[in-house]
């Protein structure tokens, strides 16, 4: 048996022993237990170091608020976690903990020589810090702060777990399973609602799991509690989620709840989830989130043995662990009382309890005596002392003048009153309305249909939470219903303080705040003093509350303080804000299955599988994955892409563009909706003819663009880039819809609907023409730009004649469904003109050889049709279009704009970075105006050097001047050119 | 996550089936080119961007494909009310009638 383990009481079995170890140490606990309970159950309170000052911690709570037993937890098989609460981790057999946090070890840690070399983490310190030089921060201030800060390691292995989600809709959403949570979820799901209860915990119960001595309609609290669980679980309509936490509240009654499957196993069933994140929408949610005991603010309040006087009650009531042999408590509230009292009947001697307040109630005085506790009213504690663990606390009168006291003790217990939790509350955008009976902030005025029970809502007796619980379960207009009766010890009273009184000089001594970011109340005093005076100010510049615990300790302490500092009431200097999530959550829950390959959809051309057989290697184009380049055996890219480019040029080329958008714009009216959309002008286009298209934004930047083809006088057949495909179909669609809903014109996405092949080379005509049927081929005929109807392979075709790299092209429109068989034949075809397959490498080398601009590549967001050299896609005769009154903006209209352009390296085989930075002086020293940068840069094959192309200010006026281009090793030097490389006459294409 | 009702589908449906589309009741000028460069910025650029009441726009992409108004209380994120685009903005008196 357990050292501190008491003979009886609790619900822990301890005929069932379970094995674990800390720091190395082989200890054991019993079933039942959190890691928390099993430590103090061995006499353990030393758990880890502090983060700044690296001081000796202990367990302060026993609870999700818990901000200093904050471990690492080995669970096998690469299962490693950082910052668990040793308060919630329920104990398993083998279980390995270790401190955090600490070096070389937890009793001698180097890092407490922060503490005394001075104040090197102050109040600020961060923001001073990086006021400071350069060469201090980098060779000083961060290797000390690597060395000490940061909490806990972080795990190095691959998460071997997986993480499941679902939805789930109900009426009522009951968040809390206290007794106001229990209450509301017997009385909705009796009225026949479908109810969801959702609890942290490992069991169902909250503060019933341990109250030893309340009676509910007569009976005992903990069979209360067990009845009405079986009740709750035999309906059909009602969900019980225990280890389920509600981390987020969101708009519409969406919460997102974390259930915990195996954190607290220890054989893993591979299948078995670690988590789940349920997405719930209810009709109506029940906030029954209780509340969180305050600490007190005191020199050395954060001594090892200092903990809530009410973890200290739960300790002994659950979990069956005295938390010392002889402890004192501290208070300025009646509930600490109780923990006092049922540590004395467990035959504990309670060393006195403090009282800061002069009129203890009589009540409680008289029972103290009974039990033969001292009580020290109108007290305060000047300071705690101990190492280790806390050995004495020095109290004194409150009143000046008054003799100190020493009184030896191994445990503080703590209690400055209550914090209603009303973090979801205020997540869901209510309005917290301050109580200043309560020193509290409570909910005030709701954004979403849900109502508050029991400690959440400052209302804090079992009698309370009961019948307010079955109020809101049940709907009914009053707040408070009257179908329990309860007899329990009715301690609820006490005050506010912001710190206890002290008449220590405050230089010494440190007295905590916030405990997991080491705020002390000199910090906060000192943030005042530098001129900051709104909470959320003081918090980032102190980070109180700013921890992983999100401040559920410590933000009323601080605000009180602050409020104490600036002379001003506490509702008037504010109120951080509550954010999701509630508790730290691990980032596979919200991954869920959205990782590996479910990571994110993968569009397959129809050609994908012909592709993957041949060996491309892909690369992500959007949502599309698309070949990339072919190699062959040896191969590297720059080696595939040169054969791909030289095949290309040399004979016949064969890619699939089947992944460019494509929009069928129809309608007596089609020709006039696209002079609006695009800058061109498309009302003369010909029937079978094709044009280049420039799309912009209303900001006059281009957007995207593409080709178009006409069918007919009321039908054309639009292509637009591949990433753009959406982006451009909501465009038309918003302009045809809410501007000019008068235009005869139906927009049709039919992306999907048609494969595209494209041939490109000299070659082309040749293969493909004993194959076409119904179209004239002729050149005169079938000139470049042109679209037309027919049947290759016997497969219907919309055949376009055009080229994206200055070669003569063929696009190869089939239904999707031939698109692979049309690829296949074309490759056996074409086999003996060497045709070749090439995938988007190389289709960037053939393009940027013709200088052709790709949207997103060359231009990002900010370039107009003249800065790319397209001033002639304007139809100049269009009274308007989208975008074109913004082309006579001021800004648009200045000189010195960025121009498209080429460039040549000097060194001809040196190929630039995309993306680099262009200057016009080779050796300024930094500043250096950057006059543009590289937009692509590619090796041409074909041309046998390499091939830029830039954005520049006043580029085309630049023709042969010499730019430079700095990196890190060297400074290129380069010609400006025009952008077309490659057969700038255009003869190739016009053949 | 939202439920936004489409007021031409007729169902309340989750917002990934939606996309955003800025604030709504700005009407493209008929004749740009009449208006000086200061009333273009205003069209182009300016918007409301209140605490409280927004009109505002919503596409429903995944669904029917039709772009509709909505008025959305920006601290709450609550819907007042949809209505197909087109229609005039809603009084404030009806909004508030909405609301309680
Ligand atoms: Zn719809």
Redesign the pocket.
């Known amino acids: 048996m357990n050292a501190y383990r008491a003979d009886q009481g609790g619900r822990v079995e301890r005929g069932a022993s379970v094995a674990f170890s800390f720091n190395g140490t082989n200890l054991s606990g019993v079933k039942g237990d959190t890691l928390a309970s099993a430590l103090l159950a061995n006499g353990i309170h030393f758990v880890g170091r502090s983060f700044k000052y690296h001081r000796p911690r202990g367990i302060m709570s026993a609870g999700t608020e818990e901000a200093s037993a904050l471990l690492g937890i080995d669970r096998g098989q690469g299962r490693y976690d950082t910052n668990i609460r040793a308060t919630t981790q329920e104990l398993f057999d083998g279980l390995k903990a270790e401190s955090q946090h600490c070096w070389p070890s937890l009793r001698w840690d180097m890092g407490v020589l922060n503490e005394l070399g001075g104040p090197v983490m102050s109040t600020g310190f961060y923001y001073k810090t990086f006021m400071w030089p350069k060469s201090a921060w980098e060779k000083v201030y961060e290797p000390i702060i690597r060395k000490s800060a940061g909490l806990g390691r972080a795990p190095r292995a691959f998460d071997p777990d997986c993480y499941a989600s679902r939805y789930a809709h109900c009426d009522v959403l009951v968040v809390g399973g206290g007794p106001a949570g229990l209450a509301a979820a017997l009385s909705a799901s009796h009225k026949g609602k479908k109810v969801i209860l959702a609890d942290e915990q490992a069991e169902m119960g909250g503060s019933l799991l341990s109250d030893t001595g309340s009676l509910i309609n007569g009976e005992a609290a903990q069979a209360w509690l067990a009845s009405a669980l079986a009740t709750l679980v035999e309906r059909d309509n009602v969900t019980v989620l225990t280890r389920t936490t509600a981390v987020g509240y969101y708009q519409q009654n969406f919460l997102g709840l974390v259930e915990r499957l195996s954190d607290h196993l220890r054989v893993l069933d591979a299948d078995l989830p670690r988590e789940r994140m349920w997405r719930v929408r209810a009709s109506q949610v029940v906030l029954a989130t209780g509340a969180i005991e305050r600490p007190l603010v005191f020199a050395g309040n954060d001594r090892p043995g200092t903990m809530l006087a009410s973890a200290a009650r739960t300790y002994l009531n659950r979990y069956g662990v005295r938390v010392g042999n002889r402890p004192v408590v501290v208070t300025c509230h009646d509930s600490a009382y109780l923990a006092a009292f049922d540590l004395a009947n467990a035959g504990v001697g309670v060393a006195a309890v403090i009282d800061v307040r002069d009129d203890v109630p009589a009540a409680l005085l008289e029972k103290a005596g009974r039990l033969g506790i001292e009580v020290l009213g109108g007290h305060t504690v000047l300071a705690a002392k101990g190492g280790l663990l806390v050995s004495a606390i020095v109290v004194a009168p409150v009143q000046a003048g008054g003799p100190a006291r020493t009184i030896d003790c191994d445990a503080l217990l703590m209690c400055g009153g209550w914090t209603p939790s009303v973090h979801l509350f205020s997540q869901a955008k209510g309005m917290l309305s301050w109580r200043d009976d309560l020193g509290a902030y409570v909910p005030g005025r709701y954004a979403q249909n849900a109502r508050s029970a029991g400690a959440c809502d400052g209302r804090f007796l079992l009698l309370e939470a009961l019948n307010g619980g079955d109020a809101a379960g049940a709907g009914l207009s009053d707040p408070i219903s009257d179908t329990y009766t309860v007899a329990e010890e009715t301690h609820s009273s006490g005050i506010s303080l912001a710190a206890l009184p002290t008449s220590a000089k405050p230089a010494r001594g440190k007295a905590f705040v916030d405990f997991q970011h080491d705020v002390t109340i000199k910090d906060i005093r000192q943030a005042v003093l530098e001129g900051f005076h709104s909470i959320e100010h003081i918090k980032r510049y102190t980070t109180t509350g700013m921890a992983t615990d999100q401040g559920k300790t410590s933000n009323l302490n601080g605000l009180a303080i602050a409020s104490e500092a600036l002379g001003r009431p506490i509702v008037d200097i504010g109120l951080t804000t509550f954010r999701p999530p509630y508790t730290p959550t691990s980032f596979g829950v919200f991954a869920g299955y959205s990782r590996g390959d479910l990571f994110d959809v993968t569009r397959k051309s129809p050609t994908d599988r012909w592709a993957e057989q041949h060996g491309a290697v892909f690369e992500p184009v959007s949502l599309w994955r698309r070949a990339r380049y072919f190699p062959q055996p040896g191969e590297d890219m720059d080696k595939a892409v040169a054969r791909e480019c030289k095949a290309t040029r040399a004979s016949i080329g064969i890619s699939d563009a089947s992944t460019l958008g494509k929009i069928e714009v129809v309608g007596r009216d089609a020709a006039e909706f696209l002079n609006r959309m695009y800058t061109n002008p498309w009302t003369k286009l010909g029937i079978g003819r094709c044009r280049y298209g420039l799309m912009l934004g209303e900001d006059g930047f281009v957007l995207d663009d593409g080709v178009v083809g006409r069918l007919a006088e009321d039908r054309f057949h639009v292509t637009t880039t591949t990433g753009g495909a959406a982006r451009v179909m909501a465009h038309m669609e918003d302009y045809l819809q809410t501007e000019w809903a008068d235009l005869n014109v139906w927009l049709t996405s039919i992306s999907e609907q048609w494969a595209v092949i494209a041939l490109n080379g000299p070659n082309t005509r040749q293969l493909i023409a004993p194959f076409v049927e119904a179209i004239d081929l002729d050149k005169e005929a079938f000139p470049h730009m042109a679209i037309r109807e027919g049947k290759i392979f016997g497969v219907p075709t919309r055949l376009f004649r055009v080229s994206f790299t200055g070669e003569l092209g063929f696009e190869i429109n089939v239904p999707s469904r031939y698109g692979l068989a049309v690829w296949e034949r074309l490759m056996e075809a074409g086999a003996k003109y060497d045709i070749v397959p090439y995938g988007t490498e190389t289709l960037h080398v053939l393009r940027a050889e013709k200088g052709y601009i790709i949207v997103g590549q060359e231009t990002d967001g900010t370039q107009t049709p003249d800065d790319v050299g397209m001033a002639w896609a304007i139809g100049k005769k269009k009274p308007d279009f989208v975008g074109k009154r913004s082309l006579e903006r001021p800004d648009i209209v200045a000189p010195n704009r960025k121009q498209l352009v080429g460039l040549l390296t000097e060194e001809p085989r040196t190929v630039l970075e995309e993306g680099a930075q262009i200057v016009a002086e080779k050796s300024a020293s930094p500043p250096v105006d950057m006059i543009g940068h590289v937009t692509s840069a590619y090796w041409s094959e074909c041309l046998q050097h390499s091939i830029a192309l830039a954005v520049v200010e006043g580029g085309r006026a630049r023709m042969g001047e010499a730019l430079y281009v700095p990196m890190p090793d060297t400074v290129h030097t380069v010609k400006v050119v025009d952008p077309v490389f490659y057969d700038a006459s255009g003869e190739r294409l016009n053949v | 996550m939202l439920l936004i009702k ?1 007021p ?2 007729q169902q309340e449906r989750a917002e990934v089936e939606f996309s955003y589309a800025g604030e709504a009741h700005i009407e493209r000028p008929s004749d740009p080119a009449a208006l000086s460069d200061a009333e273009w910025e205003a069209y182009l650029f300016l918007r409301s961007n209140p605490r409280g009441t927004h009109f505002e726009r919503w596409y ?1 992409i995944h ?2 494909g ?1 772009y509709f108004n909505a008025v959305r209380d920006t601290v709450t994120d609550n819907f007042v009310r949809t209505y197909p685009a087109g229609m005039p903005r809603p009084s404030v008196h009806d909004i508030d009638d909405a609301k309680t």
Do not use: D
């Open positions: 489409c031409y589908c429903h669904g029917c039709r």
